[in-house]
Nanobody, 122 residues
């Protein structure tokens, strides 16, 4: 059974930091590019960052560059999102996404977690 379980969300003051984790199970983690998306109230879901399957490359949405860092530990089947200099506009539900990039059975598969809420407020 495929599972992506996000954790680490919560309430943080503007300017603060938070680290999100996403623990994956039920599939071959190293065959998947991993991404974080977010969805703010009343807005569409948007890409935050992506990391390739081996962790050699990362992509960030412009507004998150320099403030957010995506990383992964393939030995632990976990992807992280380190967020710093948080702003009220970063308030959203953050979702973990896995997209299969290798292997006959995995290529093209797309999985989502249920999300974790991040609230940036004083």
């Amino acid at each position: 059974q495929v599972q992506l379980v996000e954790s680490g969300g919560g309430l943080v003051q503007p300017g603060g930091s938070l680290r999100l984790s996403c623990a994956a199970s039920g599939f071959t983690f190293s065959r998947y590019a991993m991404s974080w998306y977010r969805q703010a109230p009343g807005k569409e879901r948007e890409l935050v960052a992506t990391i390739t399957s081996a962790g050699r490359s990362t992509i960030y949405t412009d507004s998150m560059k320099g403030r957010f860092t995506i990383s992964r530990d393939n030995a632990k089947n976990t992807v992280y999102l380190q967020m710093s200099s948080l702003k009220p506009d970063d308030t959203a539900v953050y979702y973990c996404n896995a997209f299969g990039v290798a292997g006959i059975q995995d290529a093209g598969m797309n999985y989502w977690g249920k999300g974790t809420l991040v609230t940036v407020s004083s």
